[in-house]
């Protein structure tokens, strides 16, 4: 939200929201009488601004009736509730030349670098940020005799659903989750966050993190913007009339600088990716200040808007808010749409971050290690403003549906699942070791288990065996691992396996030895015995690995060297490799 000077000694506050849906209306307009001057709401729809006890306020929103109100009536009102125009949208107030938009956005366009966080030195900041996900009720998609006597939302979710799913999804989302991080970056492209806390409702540990970037971009200065696994155009980019139609909307003095508000929407008859939405531009720097872009499939089943705002942090504009919405119409059946939201504040914005920050380079998210051990003081620091009672209520009730079900040995079992491990306790199952088949071997029976961290997070300690049902053959090996600094990315591996390969078959990649693929394609075999010791490290962007191994091979067949025949030998082997990842 952006606060300007008042006008009087006297304030005036509340929301401004939409009065069919009962949500805020973000970047609503905000004057006193017909002032040139206001303020602009943020995604909340909060409003706060000075006014004598006679002074009409003025409210408007594009696509909304404007609305005025005098202040000493607001006073004792908490929401402000503007109605939607029907069809097109609300009369402009401001029409201008086109030389005047091109004027405007072409300067923007210029100034792009002066603004663009990417451009800085070195930047931090925190960001707090949660999300939710719902399934709703889709007016859009019901059958049309609903309609015929409930034109209202309420009337048509009574006729659609059940009484008890209209309750939970009133008073609880599917699941909620929220997120603590400390964001790092230094020119060029060294970007590192690392997850402070984390919350997500069911689950008492963090699996996986999640944060906001995952679902949009962190600035809209580039030349396309990425939601999902699509690029979209930008439409403040080089270009730009070729692909997009403007309209500048209004103008509203903040500050003694004037925003401009343009509307903009894909040209017709244009094959790229665009959007459609709104963008503020401020006189000061050029620089954007509120942007909201929406995409939506062709057969209008799928759709995203995103909405940023920026605001001026020690002398540059910098992102301050960062939020989501997307829908998918027909899940899990018709009638219903699934809804994800995401909304984000950042703060604690520093423009000096020294090297040593940067901890962690190759990895772009890192969890602290006390993520999962925050207290209630310590949320009640990072939130912006309390949790609402349905965000309350999804904690409570998730998180007893979890327990009575036993949701998180079953998320944890799956996490390590896809890695070809299932915990049984403070040991780890080698799934892919139960039953394997292959031509030479028929069916291989065996198992595999191994210590895991609830034991030690510094050392790992394991074995597996394997019986073939053709060749009537055991086969073994066992495993000692240990991790200097308590986490993956640092091991030393001492190993022996006793067990079959292909001929001539050398180093296949780790991934594929792991998993049953290698155990396929056993037509032919030798038997190896080795022993082997593996180092790697991470240091910065470099993977170092080091390694040496003996190994014995009996042959399944002979052959013939110096006139002499063998069917095994022996030998030994060292390695040293090297990979650098950047950006």
């Known amino acids: 939200m952006v606060a300007l000077n008042g006008l009087s000694q006297q304030p005036v506050q509340g929301v401004i929201a939409d009065s069919a849906t009962r949500s805020p209306l973000a970047f609503a307009t905000v004057r006193v009488g017909d002032s040139r001057s206001g303020m602009i709401t943020g995604i909340d729809g909060r409003f706060s601004i000075n006014a004598s006890s006679e ?14 109100i005098q202040a000493d009536r607001l006073r004792g009102m908490d929401t402000v509730y503007l109605a939607a125009t029907e069809g097109l949208m609300s009369t402009v107030i401001v029409r201008s030349a086109s030389d005047r938009i091109r004027r405007i956005i072409n300067t923007a366009i210029r100034n792009r670098p002066l603004h663009n966080p990417d451009q800085l030195d070195t930047y931090q900041c925190n960001i707090y940020f949660k999300s939710w996900l719902d399934f709703l009720p889709d007016e ?16 048509v979710r009574a006729v659609m659903f059940d009484s008890s799913f209209l309750n939970f999804i009133d008073k609880s989302h599917l699941f909620f989750t929220e997120t ?67 309209r500048l909307e209004d103008e509203l003095v903040v500050d003694r600088d004037t925003v401009f508000m343009l509307s903009f929407h ?23 200040t509120h942007f909201i872009g929406s995409t939506i499939d062709p057969e209008g089943q799928r759709g995203v808007t995103m909405e940023q705002i920026y605001t001026r942090k020690s002398g540059r504009w910098f992102p301050c808010e960062l939020n989501f919405e997307s829908f998918t119409r027909g899940l899990p059946v018709n009638g219903m749409k699934v809804a994800f939201t995401g909304r984000s504040v950042i703060d604690s914005v520093s ?19 006390s993520v999962d051990l925050r207290t209630a003081e310590d949320w009640a620091r990072y939130r912006r403003d309390s949790l609402s009672p349905k965000e309350s209520n999804t904690y409570r009730v998730i998180d007893s549906f979890s327990r009575k079900y036993k949701m998180e040995p079953m998320f944890r079992m799956m996490t390590k699942a896809i890695i070809g491990r299932v915990p049984i306790g403070s040991f780890d199952l080698e799934w892919t070791r139960l039953a394997t088949s292959n031509a030479y071997e028929g069916v291989r029976l065996g198992a595999g288990i191994f210590t895991n961290e609830r034991i030690s997070r510094y ?14 053959q055991w086969k073994y090996g066992g495993s000692l691992t240990l991790f200097p600094a308590g986490r993956r990315d640092d091991q ?84 040293a490799g090297v990979r650098f990842a950047y950006a």
């Open 492 to 575: 030393l591996v001492f190993s022996y396996d006793n067990t079959y390969r292909t001929p001539g078959d050398i180093n296949l990649h780790p991934e594929l030895d792991r998993t049953v693929y290698t155990n396929l394609l056993l037509k032919e075999v030798d038997r190896i015995g080795e022993y082997a010791i593996r180092a790697q490290t991470r240091r910065g962007y470099f993977e170092l690995q080091a390694g040496a191994l003996s190994r014995t091979i009996s042959a399944f067949h002979d052959f013939e060297l110096q006139a002499r025949k063998f069917n095994s030998y022996s030998n030994r082997e060292a390695m």
């Open 140 to 155: 859009l998609s019901v059958p049309d005799t609903v309609f015929r006597n409930a034109r209202d939302s309420a009337s």
């Open 351 to 369: 423009y000096e971050v020294k090297t040593e920050k940067l901890t962690r380079k190759s990895r772009p998210v890192v969890l602290h290690d």
């Open 266 to 288: 894909p040209k017709g008859g244009r094959d790229f990716n665009g959007m459609k939405g709104m963008v503020y531009i401020n006189t000061n720097g050029y620089a954007i």
């Open 459 to 472: 050392v790992s300690i394991g074995g597996w065996f394997g019986y073939g049902t053709r060749d009537a």
């Open 180 to 246: 603590y991080s400390h964001r790092i970056f230094q020119k060029p492209h060294q970007v590192q966050e690392v997850v402070l806390a984390s919350k997500f409702s069911g689950l008492s540990k963090t699996y996986f993190a999640n944060i906001i970037t995952d679902n949009i971009p962190f600035h809209v200065y580039t030349d396309f913007i990425t939601l999902g696994t699509k690029d979209y155009t930008n439409p403040i980019a080089p270009g730009w009339q070729q692909r997009y139609s403007f």
């Open 55 to 68: 002074a009409a306020i003025t409210f408007t929103h594009i696509g909304y009736r404007t609305l005025s």
